[in-house]
């Protein structure tokens, strides 16, 4: 549509008075987080957008260095606070990888409802907040009333709606329950409803679809080079996914669709998130009618697992394993080993990189965020087109600050 | 994933007929969707806000709001000083003085002579209580907690028990009574701080 303007040359510095400069963000109602633009613009066209970050540093990273592998769960909570049970599920992948502790069938399945939770609810806020930058407010209500049921479920399972804190090295914080059964189903329920109308409102709109189509096009070349991941790869017409490409939890047991498209716009980002939440309610649904019953925990012979309350008030072995796994420095050892390992989350790969040096803690946590990655490739997208549609690519490609700078 | 997956689907852009793209059919679906939802809000009783301080929301039995320490069947605290809880916790938000339990209190060696938690600097991840081997700490269903000044928020034994005076009639105890054995016999494994 408006990819002439790419064609020209460079501006110079000469006639620099012909381009003036624009700040957007760090603090803008359309930005969602604390993440900085700065825009060249001649006229409205964007010549140049330079995405500036580390608005919202706080030293997450440096935190995984202090806080021991149980622990730690409280901070990666806080890394992609849209989903945060999927970064949970991605940190003790990571360290379940490093220890080797085998999980019980249940608690896989259990991970994987919570983690299609996560994306589920990772995508509403993505399309409904994209479509609510464009003018669409009523979608993005609908999506958000649907949020709320999610974190009535985190609520009924962890305790805590926000943060749920709930997997451990080798499990679980609680066991699931009927009523967290009950509410994970009356969430799917919902869904459909909430699906059907924000069909109704945006599929067919064609305000939301002037805006959205043909506008952000990121190639499938230019979607490998950057190492793209997640659907925005797959709206470009790459087929990755890890939870078909390196399976991993119980996803090789799920019958699910991978939705994909070709033509890499914005719509195409948008259409390829709604499809993957139907895909996400299918799996939940064969979750909850597979979930195994039996315990939730690893055994006590995995060493590493805390053992439930019982073991620890009745078994001489539970006691010491508390004790051990709680208190520094009692000689519990952990390999000196570096493993990396990532899983599919709602925007991409999300992947920790993780280095032991034997202790309980870990010497260096980096992660490999889906947003970092995809922010870099925002200027690219935005060049020679107008600034109302940086809100629109801004909302296809979901970058959350608080992972971007980690 | 290969390019002829079955499992692969691809999306494709809607097709927009002469009506949707003269926009009014389309408004009237948009009206007809709010429509729908006002309806249920006026008739049938589908609003999903809640009139707070009227209405309550009733947190789930597991919810991690305000600490309490628990009381034992003679009323003194359960807490032994052993110092798990300010080690598992990620927020350094506890802070406890042990002392040599008194003479009359034969079941144990130590005692909590201070045990301070700062409710601002917690981060409300239940990890204390998930650490305790006695289950003296406890986060109870209160959610609304509010203060005029930090130190009315850094909450001191004497606050926590009276937390547990508060909340032990609407929620017992999470895991019950302990065994005899586990909080009678072993204080040797239960001093190691």
């Known amino acids: ?406 | 994933m290969r390019a002829d997956d079955p499992c692969l689907k691809q999306m494709k852009p809607p097709e927009l007929s002469l009506a949707d793209r003269f926009f009014l059919p389309q408004i009237a679906v948009g009206l007809g969707v709010t429509a729908r939802h006002i309806a249920g809000v006026m008739f049938r009783n589908k609003a999903i806000t809640v009139q707070y301080p009227d209405e309550k929301h009733v947190p789930s039995p597991v919810y991690r709001g305000v600490h309490r320490l628990n009381r034992d069947e003679k009323g003194r605290v359960k807490c032994v000083a052993c110092m798990l809880c300010a080690t598992a916790c990620p927020a350094h938000c506890i802070d406890i003085v042990g002392a040599t339990a008194p003479e009359t209190w034969p079941d144990r060696e130590k005692y909590p002579e201070s045990f301070v938690i700062d409710e601002l600097r917690c981060i409300y991840c239940g990890m204390c209580e998930e650490a305790c081997p006695v289950e003296a700490i406890e986060l109870t269903g209160l959610y609304d907690l509010t203060g005029l000044s930090r130190e009315q928020m850094i909450f001191d034994k004497a606050k926590l028990l009276s937390v547990f005076d508060a909340t032990s009639n609407q929620e017992p105890m999470k895991y019950g009574k302990p065994p005899e054995r586990a909080l009678g016999s072993p204080t040797t494994e239960l001093a190691p701080g």
């Open chain 1, 1 to 406: 549509m408006a990819a002439n303007v790419l064609d020209e040359p460079e501006v110079e510095h000469e006639i620099q008075d012909a381009t003036w400069t624009l700040n957007f963000g760090p603090q803008h109602p359309a930005t969602h987080t604390t993440l900085r633009i700065v825009l060249e613009l001649d006229g409205e066209r964007i010549v140049k957008a330079t995405p500036d970050i580390g608005y919202l540093h706080s030293g997450f990273e440096k935190l995984g260095e202090h806080l021991n592998f149980n622990q730690y769960v409280t901070i990666v909570d806080r890394k992609n606070y849209i989903s945060p049970p999927m970064n949970e599920v991605a940190w003790h992948n990571a360290v379940e990888t490093l220890l080797g502790v085998e999980l019980t069938p249940r608690c896989k399945y259990i991970r994987v409802i919570i983690s299609e939770l996560a994306r589920i609810s990772d995508h509403l806020l993505c399309t409904g907040a994209a479509a609510l930058d464009l003018g669409a407010f009523t979608a993005f209500l609908f999506a958000f009333n649907l949020r709320e049921q999610i974190y009535d479920v985190y609520e009924e399972m962890s305790g805590y709606r926000f943060h749920p804190g709930y997997t451990r090295v080798g499990g679980l914080l609680y066991d699931f329950n009927d009523r967290v059964l009950d509410r994970v189903r009356g969430v799917v329920k919902s869904f459909q409803n909430v699906y059907a109308d924000m069909e109704k409102l945006l599929f067919k709109n064609r305000i939301f679809l002037d805006r959205l189509r043909g506008v952000g096009v990121l190639s499938r070349e230019e979607a490998i080079a950057h190492s793209c991941t997640g659907p925005i790869a797959r709206a470009s017409g790459v087929t990755y996914d890890l939870r078909k490409d390196k399976p991993y939890l119980v996803y090789p047991e799920l019958d699910f669709d991978v939705p994909y498209c070709t033509d890499g716009d914005c719509w195409a980002r948008f259409a390829v998130r709604m499809e993957e939440m139907r895909q996400s309610c299918r799996i939940i649904m064969q979750c909850i009618e597979k979930l195994p019953s039996g315990p939730f925990n690893a055994p006590i012979a995995e060493k590493f697992p805390i053992p439930d309350k019982a073991t620890t008030y009745n078994s001489m072995e539970g006691l010491i394993q508390h004790f051990e796994l709680i208190m520094p420095n009692r000689g519990l050892e952990t390999p000196h080993d570096e493993v990396y390992a990532a899983i599919e989350s709602p925007n991409g790969e999300l992947g920790y990189y993780l280095v032991s040096d034997g202790s309980q803690t870990a010497w260096r946590v980096r992660t490999r965020p889906p947003s970092f990655i995809h922010f870099s490739v925002f200027p690219l997208l935005i060049k020679g087109h107008l600034i109302a549609d940086i809100v629109a690519v801004l909302g296809s490609l979901s970058i959350i600050a608080a992972e971007l700078d980690r």
